[in-house]
């Protein structure tokens, strides 16, 4: 395959991963949007609508490590176009149910196929682009989820406003099986002169006791738990502070998009910031140094916040708390496919359910300890000390240090003569 040739498929990889993030958000925050009619009509109360978002979460993280595995084991082109067609087929499902227990199960069942997402993008990532850009690739496809998550509002309200909440999720259904096709016919598993790990050829166990001596392995699913106990507070709480801890009104929400702009620019820029530290400083120093001065900044913005009791400036420190934990997000998965390299959808998809375990931890700590205390800002300190633990996991990761495989023992097919 000529240069030429192999830059312009990298072109349509990146384009087609890019598309994938930004429907993935769609449909996941579309029923943040529709959820005020969604209550009204199917009679669910508060609580019980708790349980709809987290039933998704839960079953986000059952599931990542077996769909991460099965994507390096047949390659993501089959099991990215499966779990889509899977998980659109429940997110149009979705404007379908009548009540709340058939809507939790579909929330769960969309869910499961959600978890496949990050792996196997990751491994399509790690076998089409070498180690220097793979975190700006990751870097693209985590800004396209943050614009696809911003642009959900724009679209599902006025879809909602002229043929109800049903009607949205029966088009984001259709799109996803549109995108289905299109990287079904338009992907490979590997650039055509490339080398690529073939089901069948070798057998590769998942290396679970490289796994359990990788210090550098653990750090960074610590990192992962981390930050998303703090990022999680921006897909869950971050409004409802805003009106009751800082007195906004609806009017003044305009600009509560602030971190989702500001999220979307830096975590394009930290990819390609943290692959630049790479060629210039090499893997171990170049991808931790981003984490550590990130998740530091953060933990600080994070306690200016908790100090500050002017709207305006509160908005814009926790949009640098936001900004400074994805600046680093995408050198994150850029070590997670440094050190699982052949093992790249399993590694991503163990890091990803940490990650999901720290932010429903963070989303249920955070009622809580408003609860108890009955402020606001009292979870913005565990949310900083949690930060600064997240900068001191980064010290321990070494990205130069790959997972050595454990080849399984292949016995030779019996002769039938």
């Not at 500001?262 to 975590?267: P, Q």
């Not at 640098?320 to 997000?329: H, K, N, R, S, W």
Request: charged fraction near 10%; hydrophobic fraction near 50%; charge should be positive.
């Amino acid at each position: 395959m000529t240069r030429s040739a192999l830059a312009s498929q990298r072109q349509r990889v990146t384009v087609l991963l890019g598309l994938l993030f930004a429907i993935t958000y769609l449909d996941r925050v579309c029923i943040s949007v529709a959820g005020p009619r969604m209550q009204a009509e199917l009679h669910i109360d508060p609580a019980a609508w708790g349980w709809v978002a987290g039933v998704f979460t839960i079953a986000y993280c059952v599931f990542e490590i077996p769909t991460g595995m099965m994507g390096d084991r047949i390659g993501p082109r089959r099991v990215l176009t499966r779990v889509v067609i899977w998980w659109s087929a429940f997110t149009a499902l979705t404007g379908a149910v009548t009540g709340f227990y058939p809507l939790l199960a579909t929330r769960f069942l969309f869910g499961a196929g959600e978890a496949g997402a990050f792996p196997n993008s990751s491994i399509a990532i790690s076998r089409w682009f070498p180690p220097e850009r793979r975190a700006t690739l990751s870097g693209i496809t985590l800004m396209a989820s943050q614009l696809g998550g911003a642009a959900a509002p724009l679209l599902v309200v006025p879809i909602q406003m002229h043929y109800g909440w049903r009607a949205s999720f029966y088009v984001f259904g259709v799109l996803g099986l549109v995108w289905s096709i299109a990287w079904y016919v338009g992907f490979r598993d590997a650039p055509a002169a490339g080398p690529v790990d073939r089901p069948g050829h070798t057998a590769y166990a998942f290396p679970w006791r490289s796994i359990s001596r990788s210090s550098s392995l653990w750090a960074l699913l610590g990192v992962a738990f981390c930050y998303v106990y703090v990022y999680n507070f921006f897909q869950t709480w971050f409004h409802t502070f805003l009106v009751k801890g800082r007195g906004v009104g609806e009017e003044g929400l305009w600009f509560s998009t602030l971190p989702y702009v500001l999220a979307a620019v830096a975590n394009l820029t930290g990819g390609a910031a943290s692959d630049a530290l790479v060629r210039r400083l090499g893997l171990k120093r170049g991808r931790k140094i981003g984490g550590i001065l990130c998740l530091t900044a953060a933990g600080g913005f994070t306690l200016a916040a908790m100090l500050c009791h002017g709207q305006a400036l509160t908005v814009v420190l926790l949009a640098l708390v936001y900004g400074a934990i994805t600046f680093q997000q995408s050198g994150a998965f850029g070590v997670m496919l440094d050190v699982g390299h052949r093992y790249a959808g399993a590694i991503v998809g163990l890091g990803n359910m940490c990650a999901q375990v720290g932010g429903l931890i963070g989303s249920v700590a955070y009622g809580y300890i408003v609860a108890r205390t009955g402020s606001y800002d009292a979870p913005f300190i565990p949310m900083a000390v949690i930060l600064f633990l997240g900068a001191l996991c980064w010290t321990r990761v070494d990205a130069s240090r790959e997972l050595e495989p454990f080849r399984a023992t292949v016995r030779p097919a019996i002769s039938s003569r």
